[in-house]
């Protein structure tokens, strides 16, 4: 019986958590972290700059790690672990990212 409640909040939790995930993705804000998972199968994160109609600025962070609980090291090594270089990606490509699975998470404050 414990299980089967177990079981059921889980469901709901994560439910509720790509639901708020897929909005933050339709609606982009300054300082979004974006949890990415690469082609090469590792992660990391990616951290909004700014926001210019369509386009959203993105800062890459500079380590990556082999596994998805391994984000919250990345994080702990501060802003000052986000690259300098710009790139810019479309709120269409976040979205295609985030339906690819390869935008898993997103953190905002």
Do not use: H, L, N, R
């Given at each position: 019986m414990i299980?089967?409640?177990l079981v059921v909040f889980l469901y709901f939790y994560d439910k509720k958590n790509t639901e708020q995930t897929a909005q933050y993705i339709e609606s982009p804000a300054i300082g979004d972290k974006y949890r990415v998972q690469l082609k090469s199968g590792s992660y990391t994160l990616y951290k909004v700059k700014e926001i210019k109609g369509d386009s959203v600025f993105i800062l890459t962070h500079q380590y990556e790690t082999d596994k998805s609980k391994?984000?919250?090291d990345l994080e702990?090594?501060?802003e000052a672990a986000y690259d300098?270089?710009?790139y810019i990606l479309?709120?269409?490509e976040i979205k295609d990212m985030f339906n690819k699975?390869?935008?898993y998470g997103v953190d905002r404050k």
């Open positions: 299980i089967a409640v391994g984000i919250s702990a090594k501060g300098t270089t710009v479309t709120k269409k699975k390869e935008i």
